[in-house]
T-cell receptor
């Protein structure tokens, strides 16, 4: 069964600090991995999309990495801001006829002033 | 900036009633999706739609669910006979390119079944 596991479940950091969120998956065959930011009560917003051949992708202060061999990804947030407080969701889609995405439960990030 | 819109933002209904959730995807997008998120749980895929037909659907998307693109702009999700466990936030999403394109989510419809 395809699974996406994220850690930590929640994280509290001070404004200006960096942090790294982890995602492990068992989806196979693999098509792409996406990171989303979801504010409370809102729809997810796409941060990055990576395919099998991509090891890293940046979007402003967000940098995602992918190791397709170990089936791991990370999302690094640099110089955190109060507005970064949200849930960060890892989503993995398969290939080979089915692109149904598997969502992780998300990491809840709180940035304190 | 173009965005996906959804109506209503909130809906309360009685168990057994039919509900229709509406979405207006971004105008040049070709791929459409419905997801749901039960309170406190992860987002779950319901169905994908392309070229006026369902591309894929999950186990959740049983016979009481249906989707339709009644005109060139709207994309609807119908739940024929709602159950208590259908209470959730329902998100519509769309994108322009193939399955690897950036998906844009709407703000969601919060459905409460009493």
């Amino acid at each position: 069964k395809n699974q996406v596991e994220q850690s930590p479940q929640s994280l509290i950091i001070l404004e200006g600090k960096n942090c790294t969120l982890q995602c492990n998956y068992t989806v196979s065959p693999f098509s792409n991995l996406r990171w989303y930011k979801q504010d409370t009560g809102r729809g997810p917003v796409s941060l990055t999309i990576m395919t099998f051949s991509e090891n890293t992708k940046s979007n402003g202060r967000y940098t995602a990495t992918l190791d397709a061999d170990t089936k791991q990804s990370s999302l690094h947030i640099t110089a955190s801001q109060l507005s970064d407080s949200a849930s960060y969701i890892c989503v993995v889609s398969g290939s080979g006829g089915s692109y149904i995405p598997t969502f992780g439960r998300g990491t809840s990030l709180i940035v304190h002033p | 900036e173009p965005e996906v819109t959804q109506t209503p933002s909130h809906q309360v209904t009685q168990m057994g009633q039919e509900v229709i959730l509406r979405c207006v995807p971004i105008s040049n997008h070709l791929y459409f999706y419905w997801y749901r998120q039960i309170l406190g749980q992860k987002v779950e895929f319901l169905v994908s739609f392309y070229n006026n037909e369902i591309s894929e659907k999950s186990e959740i998307f049983d016979d009481q669910f249906s989707v339709e693109r009644p005109d060139g702009s709207n994309f609807t999700l119908k739940i024929r006979s709602t159950k208590l466990e259908d209470s959730a936030m329902y998100f519509c999403a769309s994108h322009e390119e193939g399955p690897r394109g950036t998906q844009y989510f709407g703000p969601g419809t919060r459905l409460l079944v009493l």
